[in-house]
């Protein structure tokens, strides 16, 4: 009986010996499918992060170009600007024709302020007319309209309007008109 106990004893210890083994490669079958999960989750993130960083290359490559644009744009615009600024020696004769275009519009202005500044950064003189006129508003928008289209170095930089009574038809307007004229060392004589 002796030999049948330690039989017993002895496969009884087996099954625990194979219960846990079985238990252990159980454990590491988890384990490694756990893993295996985390990896690939990782890898999707990756993957996710990998597209989101392609995605912001192509953004940043598109702002590129269209900040690239915009200074070509700008550079054109400048040259452009350049290539309209009157000429400054031409002053009195830019004035003749501002007085032309008035008396033509029987528009008369006793007097006007005069003034010229030179801008540094946009390297260009300017050559601002003020003109109080006292006459209808459709012949001084007319005046403004000529004096824009015959001098396009100009603009119209302020209108002031003031009438003496709601009745009336002639207005006392002051108009300032800025000439946007090349640099005096700037002009080829």
Not at 71 to 85: A, C, E, G, K, R
Not at 111 to 140: C, F, H, M, W
Request: glycine content about 4%; charged content about 20%; overall charge neutral.
């Amino acid at each position: 009986m002796k030999t049948w106990v330690l039989q017993f004893s002895i496969c009884v210890r087996r099954q625990r010996a194979v219960t846990w083994v079985l238990s252990l490669v159980w454990l590491m079958a988890i384990g490694l499918t756990a893993v295996l999960v985390l990896l690939g989750e990782a890898g999707d993130s990756r993957e996710m992060e990998i597209e989101s960083l392609k995605a912001e290359h192509q953004k940043l490559l598109a702002s590129q170009q269209s900040v690239s644009a915009a200074i070509d744009t700008s550079v054109n615009t400048v040259q452009m600007f350049q290539n309209i600024l009157g000429d400054t020696h031409a002053m009195p004769e830019y004035l003749k024709k501002i007085f032309q275009v008035a008396n033509k519009k029987n528009l008369i202005f006793p007097a006007g302020n005069y003034r010229t500044s030179y801008d540094a950064v946009g390297g260009y003189e300017s050559y601002v007319v003020e003109l109080p006129i006292v006459g209808t508003y459709q012949k001084i928008r007319e005046l403004s309209e000529e004096i824009l289209l015959e001098l396009p170095f100009s603009a119209l930089e302020e209108m002031k309007f003031k009438r003496d009574s709601s009745s009336g038809d002639t207005l006392d307007v002051r108009l300032k008109f800025i000439l946007y004229l090349q640099p005096k060392s700037a002009v080829v004589q």
